[in-house]
């Protein structure tokens, strides 16, 4: 291993422990923990050894095979992808200490199968970051689409069927990007995104570029789950065993999202796609859309779990609305939200794996009073909350901050109408959780005084990483200035 191959061994270590779980965990579950825990410390500690390098060094390119662009397949790592990079190492650690408890509880006997997958998904989120490749995009976006589908259909109830219907909706994303490639290639003769970046300006072609751009934007949008294309993900989601949601539900839209503004950035360019003023200002009015539905939806929901399933929805509006507005403001607000609202569902999440596992329900209902009996799991999710809702000084507020200068500044009133509300509709939902959760009558008729004497949180597996992802969320937003100066500037294109 080499410093030069680092960020290669990132993505082959969590690849390499999947086939030692199937092999050996199928045999003793005791293999599990240090395989998943130990492959995914490592890419932890090379991801930020990686992302320091390339801060202080450049961009670090790296051809598989020697085999030189544009007939072989090209991995770079600039700021952007070694941050996400880093996101995606740190999130499925903390996420994999609370999913080894669940899947123990929920999927007892078939936890070597569900670890497997677990850690192809997590190694195919590295390969969708680090390619520079527009066809191995695709050939990774299905590896981690096949892999989703997997750890949706391991769930109970109707939880096969949520994924047939993910199924469904992902192949018809994975269609319409792959068309878009094609066209590209046709257009080009490269699917190397670099070298696509360089010959479409010399192009005298609008149409079947637009085409092109069209294809592969929608193909992403449905598989990030863009108001009205987000139909497959709450009960997808909803469904999923608790393990699993603990992690896609942090990573797999905003890793979509960091590939839509990767294409737009490093393939088709940003003077090609926001060319025309009513495209942007359609997708602007479309995200506007997607976060006032997506928290009026959230409003309607009983059960927890599903309510943070159409916050998510409502997320995805915040994250493509900033990108569309084609400023700079716009862009790094987007871009800082993938890290803050990956962190910030993590935290969420982690709370409701923590609420599964101690009393089996999320609904509204059963969460009266809990908070005498599971106070530290509450008080993390309460600074989740606070996150969510934009209160400084956890990281929500920043970017939240970010996306309203972007929208201010790009004279789109509608989007930041619709940030405000969306923050509004937030504190009205977690606030109503809140009170339930420290006033509600507990809700099997014990008294509050009884239930205090019998606290029961989560196992100290569930409960550290909770703990110290809401720690993250003030850290991460008290570190918003050097974040943005050092990684998320840098990738800003001149001029915006």
């Not at 096969?160 to 909706?169: E, V």
């Not at 088709?268 to 009015?285: G, K, L, M, N, R």
């Not at 920043?398 to 509004?424: D, N, P, T």
């Amino acid at each position: 291993m080499t410093a030069s191959s680092l960020h290669l061994f990132v993505l082959v270590v969590p690849l390499l422990s999947a086939l030692a779980v199937n092999l050996l965990g199928r045999n003793s579950r005791q293999w599990i923990a240090p395989l998943v825990l130990g492959s995914l410390t490592f890419s932890v500690f090379a991801s930020l050894i990686v992302l320091v390098r390339v801060i202080n060094q450049g961009t670090l390119r790296y051809t598989v095979g020697n085999w030189q662009p544009p007939f072989g397949i090209e991995l770079v790592v600039d700021p952007l992808s070694a941050l996400m990079m880093v996101l995606i190492a740190v999130v499925a650690l903390l996420a994999s200490f609370s999913s080894l408890k669940s899947v123990e509880q929920e999927l007892p006997g078939r936890e070597h199968l569900f670890f497997t997958l677990y850690l192809i998904l997590i190694a195919g989120l590295f390969g969708l970051v680090l390619t520079g490749d527009a066809f191995n995009l695709y050939v990774l976006l299905e590896i981690t689409s096949i892999t989703s589908y997997g750890l949706i259909a391991m769930g109970r109830g109707r939880a096969a069927l949520s994924s047939f219907n993910y199924i469904i909706m992902g192949s018809i994303g994975a269609c319409f990007y792959l068309l878009g490639v094609g066209y590209i290639y046709i257009l080009t003769g490269t699917l190397n995104m670099a070298d696509i970046a360089r010959i479409l300006p010399t192009l005298n072609a609008p149409v079947a570029t637009a085409t092109a751009i069209s294809f592969s934007l929608v193909g992403l949008w449905i598989k990030m789950a863009f108001f009205p294309l987000h139909t497959w993900l709450p009960n997808a989601y909803g469904h999923a065993p608790t393990g699993a949601t603990t992690m896609m539900a942090p990573l797999m839209t905003k890793v979509t999202v960091y590939l839509m503004v990767r294409v737009i950035l490093s393939m088709y360019t940003p003077e090609q796609v926001f060319t025309h003023a009513w495209i942007t200002s359609s997708v602007v009015w479309a995200a506007a859309l997607a976060i006032i539905c997506g928290s009026a939806m959230a409003l309607a929901q009983k059960d927890l779990r599903r309510m943070l399933t159409y916050v998510i929805v409502a997320e995805v509006g915040y994250m493509v609305g900033g990108v569309f507005l084609a400023n700079a403001n716009g862009l790094t607000g987007s871009i800082l939200h993938i890290v803050n609202d990956a962190l910030m569902t993590l935290c969420l999440f982690l709370v409701v794996a923590a609420i599964i596992y101690r009393q089996g329900s999320v609904s509204l209902v059963s969460l009266q009073g809990i908070f005498h009996r599971m106070p530290v799991t509450m008080a993390a999710f309460t600074l989740g909350a606070f996150a969510m809702i934009g209160v400084p000084p956890t990281c929500g507020f920043f970017s939240k901050w970010y996306l309203i200068l972007g929208g201010v500044e790009a004279g789109r009133w509608e989007f930041v109408i619709a940030l405000v509300i969306s923050s509004l509709v937030n504190a009205v939902l977690f606030f109503r959780i809140i009170e339930l959760a420290y006033f509600g009558s507990l809700a099997d008729g014990e008294h509050h005084e009884h239930a205090a004497s019998e606290r029961h949180e989560a196992p100290w597996w569930m409960l550290k990483p909770l703990v110290l992802t809401a720690i993250l969320l003030i850290v991460v937003g008290l570190s918003t200035g050097p974040l943005v100066d050092n990684v998320i500037r840098l990738m800003i294109p001149v001029g915006f």
